[in-house]
T-cell receptor, first 112, second 116 residues
């Protein structure tokens, strides 16, 4: 019940295209859903996060879509750039200042 | 934004020795710090949660006597890998939370441990 399932495992997108990564969860107590970007040899950095009271949140080229009834959420990267090539993790948390449950990660490669 | 540092960034040690990794919140007070381990091409796995001044809470399967965690102040937590073995080689990452109503965890840059 604590798992967060993430897909796809890897993704290749052309420059300027849209990258879409999906996550699904089971635990209905989760109420905070962040996305992290990680470059090789570095710690993860928060990209964008959403709470279940909204269905979409946009920050620049990054958008989270959230479907509470389906217990799914996704990250859309618009106008993907080679600099976006990294591993992306979705995560979920129940309550405040609590532990994060991470998805398995998606390796994104943006080609020229 | 809030900054978390880790020291060292990279360490190589011999089997059987102990290694200490420091995690510091540089510009905020962290009531809670988390320690993760990440193997190559895998996700982050939470090892333990530590609150300032109290004992750490370890995740199932994590040996508390092997991975000693001390959260002595609101800006510093340490992870000591005791009697390290090659299978402990991994990327160790800490994160810090301000607590209260804040959800966000701020991650450190990670420490690459190699045990020979």
């Amino acid at each position: 019940q604590q798992q967060v399932k993430q897909s796809p495992q890897s993704l290749i997108v052309q420059k300027g295209g849209i990258s879409i990564i999906n996550c699904a969860y089971e635990n209905t107590a989760f109420d905070y859903f962040p996305w992290y970007q990680q470059f090789p040899g570095k710690g993860p950095a928060l990209l964008i996060a959403i709470r279940p009271d909204v269905s979409e949140k946009k920050e620049g080229r990054f958008t989270i879509s959230f479907n509470k009834s389906a217990k799914q959420f996704s990250l859309h990267i618009m106008d993907s750039q080679p600099g976006d090539s990294a591993t992306y993790f979705c995560a979920a948390m129940a309550g405040t200042a609590s532990k994060l449950t991470f998805g398995t990660g998606t390796r994104l490669q943006v080609t020229l | 934004g809030a900054v978390v540092s880790q020291h060292p960034s990279r360490v190589i040690c011999k089997s059987g020795t102990s290694v200490k990794i420091e995690c510091r919140s540089l510009d905020f007070q962290a009531t809670t710090m988390f320690w993760y381990r990440q193997f190559p091409k895998q996700s982050l796995m939470l090892m333990a949660t530590s609150n300032e001044g109290s004992k750490a809470t370890y995740e199932q399967g994590v040996e508390k006597d092997k991975f000693l965690i001390n959260h002595a102040s609101l800006t510093l937590s340490t992870l000591t890998v005791t009697s390290a073995h090659p299978e402990d080689s991994s990327f160790y990452i800490c994160s810090a939370s301000m607590g209260g109503d804040y959800n966000e965890q701020f991650f450190g840059p990670g420490t690459r441990l190699t045990v020979l």
